[in-house]
């Protein structure tokens, strides 16, 4: 019986059915590992809540990243993508950060850049679909999940913090995060933790949640500590905190949940996190995309409309919408010229009022000297 080697792991697999049914998964994951795989993160959260940090503690590196001051005239989004192979496996990781959030007096449009951004991958991925000849290549762009980072305030949410999430929570996987769970202590950690689950609830912000999430025993919303420093504990180099009581490692306390989250993001819901952005997130975006651009599924009358019918429809409108434009361009056209010569007429009725105005009191002095001239006259008959 043959045996095949799956990538460059060398994990040997034996067919164990006489057809060989069994090994389908395995010739996914074998394309799979040759292909490699896609992940697109969006980090949000205001400045100095530790986004970079964390990215390095969950990817056990530290990435190039560039420092931001707390007074950015507006928030905006940085992409930077990274490849990274792990066992034989390729995934090409997509990282979006914030940045300036929280900078601002008027922090009302800080969820416009984030959702221009995701809207404009899922804007791309559908003139992609619409295309005749698709470019079968080309990598999703789709932001897959968004690390919400909450600062540890011990108290309620921010108001800021709850408007973004509101506006994301139909947009993207969202991930409510408390950073920075070392600055308060473990009994306000958990109540924070509550807080935050009710918040959300109260302000109906839907987050996301596995389908195992009863088995993570109130694990979530995960709190983390990160840290780029790296030190040597028991012959292993790890990464940890210093404070002047001691040393944390910031993978083992109990405290920190990014073990939790490293796993949730890419070992156990990556392809969860996925197949939600594409089957449910997209696909509702999708459709409202499309019925904003006249295609349709029925008739008024409910009866199926086919694609080139649709494609017709919606050429039809496009031609009427063109017509109705250059018609009404004409209509302005025309008003245009008639206000011209509305303002020509005026402009020579007031020339003429004008004339005679002056005609008029010629006139009237002619008339007035005449009669004076009338009465002298006959005052020098009479005399």
């Known amino acids: 019986m043959p045996r095949y080697i799956l990538g460059d792991s060398g994990r040997l697999l034996t067919p164990q059915s006489a057809i060989g049914i069994d090994n389908l998964p395995n010739q996914l994951a074998r394309n799979k590992c040759a292909s490699g795989f896609v992940l697109n993160l969006l980090v949000a959260g205001e400045t100095a809540v530790g986004k970079s940090t964390l990215i390095n503690t969950l990817l056990h590196r530290n990435l190039d990243d560039t420092p931001h001051p707390h007074h950015d005239s507006a928030a905006d989004t940085e992409a930077t993508t990274y490849d990274l192979e792990e066992g034989g496996v390729k995934l090409k990781l997509t990282i979006i950060s914030t940045v300036g959030i929280g900078d601002q007096v008027d922090q009302e449009h800080n969820a416009t850049p984030l959702l221009d951004y995701i809207d404009a991958q899922f804007d791309a991925h559908i003139e992609d679909e619409l295309q005749t000849e698709r470019d079968l290549s080309r990598t999703d762009t789709r932001v897959h999940a968004c690390i919400y980072l909450l600062p540890p305030t011990g108290r309620d949410l921010k108001r800021s913090d709850i408007g973004i999430m509101s506006k994301l929570q139909n947009k993207v996987n969202l991930i409510p995060v408390v950073a920075k769970a070392d600055t308060i202590t473990t009994e306000d950690l ?159 009725y007031g020339r003429l009022t004008s004339a005679f105005s002056a005609d008029e009191k010629r006139i009237d002095g002619m008339m007035q000297a005449l009669e004076a001239d009338r009465e002298e006259w006959l005052a020098n008959r009479d005399e």
Do not use: C
């Open 190 to 348: 958990e109540a924070f933790k509550k807080r935050v689950v009710v918040a959300l609830e109260e302000n109906g912000i839907k987050w996301y949640k596995p389908t195992d999430y009863e088995a993570y025993d109130d694990a979530f919303p995960a709190a983390t500590i990160a840290s780029n420093e790296v030190a040597e504990v028991d012959g292993e180099t790890v990464r940890v905190r210093k404070y002047p009581w001691g040393t944390v490692e910031v993978e083992e306390t109990p405290h920190s949940d990014v073990g939790l989250l490293r796993a949730l993001l890419f070992r156990t819901h990556t392809h969860e996190l996925v197949s939600r952005t594409h089957a449910d997130i997209y696909e509702q975006f999708r459709a409202l995309k499309l019925k904003k651009m006249g295609f349709v599924d029925a008739d008024e009358q409910g009866n199926p409309i086919s694609l080139i019918d649709t494609l017709y429809l919606v050429d039809l409108n496009r031609k009427h919408a063109e017509l109705d434009k250059r018609f009404l361009e004409k209509i302005r056209q025309k008003e245009s010229e008639l206000d011209r010569a509305k303002d020509d007429l005026l402009s020579k």
